[in-house]
């Protein structure tokens, strides 16, 4: 008899071994993946970073057991560019994207392969929540029907969206094809032309909004901002700016939830801290940099509620979270929310020069973090980096082969995201107003005749647009004041000739 129990208790070891191990299996085949992409944090706006005006505790413990990145960039140095080539895996200025307008069409063609068709082909669930800014419909909105095309066309089975961005009409919130909360018998109207209706403007009524703006964002008000452009109606509907980030942490949740037993992945793009910035009172004073570090300090508690989330339906160790931003900082986008006065010795950029916009490293280099408890080790890395290769590596972690053309400038970097090596790229075009390139410590910027004198005089920012190539050695001179391209002609030359063949 004893014989026979210990032949039975073997047998159920076996069997559990075995469900174990197809259970990890199954884990590590098709993990849960969720992007976290900020709006315009630069690289030392967190705490793990450098940032000295505020304080980020989960970002920061996020880093410490995970992969904190030193050198890895997003796809532009604005944010509609660096959108559309972390879920196309395609440079942006192949197809001349720019900072869209509210009402502009869908940018992103549904007949091409995107990162979240990838995903659904390898059987995940598919969704996005927060700021779009891609473009939505063919080009002539009717925000009082269905608005398509739009994400559920290009591979996501769910949407709530910002559609463009906070600062621009209409203020309300898109869920699917439906803007969430209209009465049919408010409908809106919108234009980026002329005013529409009689609602209040920044322009003639400047005494009625919570910060006064340049004329750009001096449109219509809605919930005490005036935006970029101008709309009437859908009154009921209209967003609280000081709610959103609850808002949309409760979409990103109910999400999560309803997908908890299959895979899913969840683009999940924050509106802060862009303009306007109006954290809720919760976060008021929480930093030493007025609203926009304490939008700062919004945005680290949502990414805490995200992740404490996970813990308590069980799924963090099955979940690989990717967080960065879509660019570098600014401080004056708009609004006269006394950023640049109470800024301190912060530094958003970090060590680097430049910012949103720029050609130097603060336009493109952003804190990128890696967090997959259990599967990712702690550590750093100087691995050089860009988010156009996202698409391309998260479908080799799933076994996908990229057809049809798909991640056309992407490469797999899937180790050097997960920790497993710090060799990244060898050579790295960062999409600007003015291209530059990285290879290993080499920085180029060409010269160049274009200007855009608007970016420092209207933003306080440094282009990299002068009339003289540019040459920095980034590791001995990371904040690229000594320009060296005269005394290494030869290495110009060759960066400027791989410049040219990756823009071909």
Not at 98 to 123: C, H, Q, R, Y
Not at 125 to 142: D, E, R, Y
Not at 400 to 429: C, H, R, W, Y
Not at 467 to 486: C, G, R, S, T
Request: hydrophobic content about 35%; glycine content about 10%; charged content about 20%.
């Amino acid at each position: 008899m004893k014989l026979i129990s210990m032949i039975k208790l073997a047998a159920i070891v076996l069997i559990m071994s075995a469900c174990q191990n197809s259970a990890t299996k199954k884990v590590a085949e098709k993990p849960n993946v969720i992007i976290i992409y900020v709006d315009d944090l630069g690289y030392g706006d967190i705490g793990c970073y450098g940032a000295t005006g505020v304080k980020t505790p989960n970002l920061d413990a996020m880093a410490a057991n995970g992969v904190r990145f030193t050198d890895a960039h997003c796809g532009s140095s604005t944010c509609t560019p660096s959108r559309y080539s972390l879920l196309t895996g395609e440079y942006a200025f192949r197809i001349n994207a720019a900072v869209l307008e509210g009402d502009a069409p869908l940018l992103i063609n549904p007949d091409s392969e995107t990162m979240p068709d990838m995903f659904k082909k390898a059987g995940y669930t598919t969704g996005v929540v927060g700021k779009w800014h891609l473009g939505l419909g063919n080009g002539q909105l009717n925000w009082n029907e269905e608005v398509k095309p739009g994400p559920l066309e290009i591979g996501f089975d769910y949407s709530f969206l910002v559609p463009a961005t906070g600062d621009r009409v209409p203020s309300v919130y898109l869920e699917d094809y439906k803007v969430v909360g209209l009465d049919p018998n408010d409908p809106i109207t919108v234009s980026y032309d002329s005013q529409v209706g009689d609602w209040p403007t920044g322009k003639s009524n400047p005494e009625l909004v919570k910060q006064l703006a340049d004329p750009q964002h001096s449109g219509t008000i809605t919930n005490g901002m005036s935006r970029i452009g101008f709309m009437h109606g859908g009154e009921s509907a209209i967003w609280n700016d000081e709610e959103m980030p609850f808002v949309l942490d409760k979409k990103a949740k109910s999400f999560i939830k309803d997908n908890k037993e299959n895979p899913f992945f969840l683009y999940y793009a924050y509106h802060d801290i862009h303009v306007p910035r109006m954290p809720n009172e919760k976060f008021l004073g929480k930093s030493s940099m007025g609203v926009r570090g304490d939008a700062i300090a919004q945005m680290d508690w949502c990414t805490g509620e995200i992740v404490k989330y996970l813990e308590e339906l069980g799924i963090a160790e099955n979940t690989l979270i990717i967080f960065s931003s879509d660019n570098g900082p600014v401080l004056d986008d708009g609004y006269a929310d006394q950023s640049v006065e109470l800024l301190g010795g912060h530094k958003p950029g970090g060590a680097y020069r430049g910012g949103k916009y720029s050609t130097y490293e603060a336009g493109t280099r952003v804190p990128t973090i890696t967090y997959w408890p259990g599967t990712v080790k702690p550590s750093t890395s100087n691995a050089l980096l860009s988010h156009v290769d996202i698409y391309a590596s998260l479908a080799s972690l799933l076994n996908q082969n990229l057809e049809n053309g798909a991640s056309p400038d992407g490469e797999n970097q899937i180790d050097a995201f997960l920790g497993k090596t710090t060799k990244g790229k060898s050579v790295m075009l960062e999409d600007c107003y003015n291209p530059g390139l990285r290879m290993g410590k080499w920085k180029f910027i060409p010269a160049t005749k274009r200007k855009a004198d608007w970016i420092a005089n209207a933003k306080g920012i440094e282009s990299g647009m002068v009339n003289e190539d540019q040459l920095f050695d980034v590791e001995a001179d990371p904040a690229e004041q000594n320009n060296i391209a005269k005394d290494n002609a030869e290495i110009v030359t060759e960066m400027r000739a791989k410049l040219k063949a990756i823009k071909k």
